[in-house]
């Protein structure tokens, strides 16, 4: 329909709380400035849960709101940062994605790519995928 939309990837700091408080503040400015009034999709890991000051500023505005929120089917068994340990529960969701309120959320889920490799199991990455099915109307 060729109406823009915008995909905006972050890693923020994972030592300095309020280094992710200050990457809120200039993520929001700068897809505000990038994006204008466009469809967003803002994903990354954030290094912090989404209780967090620095999650929470960048989904209280009208320009982003948390994905899983607004998904009407949600698969979350476990939190998204592995650490490589199968033993740990991944028990932290660290990554999120924000859309523009305007994008249909049908589907939100975190993918437990556990793999056996003959002796013993493991995760391909220290992070699980985290995933939404949306549409672009």
């Not at 200039?26 to 999709?41: D, F, P, T």
């Not at 889920?109 to 099915?133: A, C, F, Q």
């Amino acid at each position: 329909n060729k109406k823009r939309f915008f995909v905006f990837n972050s890693h923020w700091d994972n030592i300095g709380k309020e280094a992710r408080n200050q990457s809120a503040n200039v993520a929001l400015k700068q897809v505000e400035k990038i994006a204008g009034r466009n469809r967003v999709i803002f994903a990354g890991d954030m290094n912090t849960q989404a209780d967090s000051k620095a999650v929470t500023t960048l989904n209280s505005t009208n320009l982003l709101k948390d994905a899983k929120e607004l998904a009407k089917v949600k698969r979350v068994p476990t939190g998204s940062f592995t650490n490589f340990d199968v033993n740990d529960g991944a028990n932290r969701q660290i990554d999120h994605i924000s859309v523009t309120p305007s994008i249909p959320v049908y589907k939100y889920g975190i993918l437990d790519n556990r793999y056996y490799d003959g002796k013993t199991w493991r995760y391909p990455s220290d992070h699980m995928p985290v995933v939404i099915e949306f549409e672009l109307k």
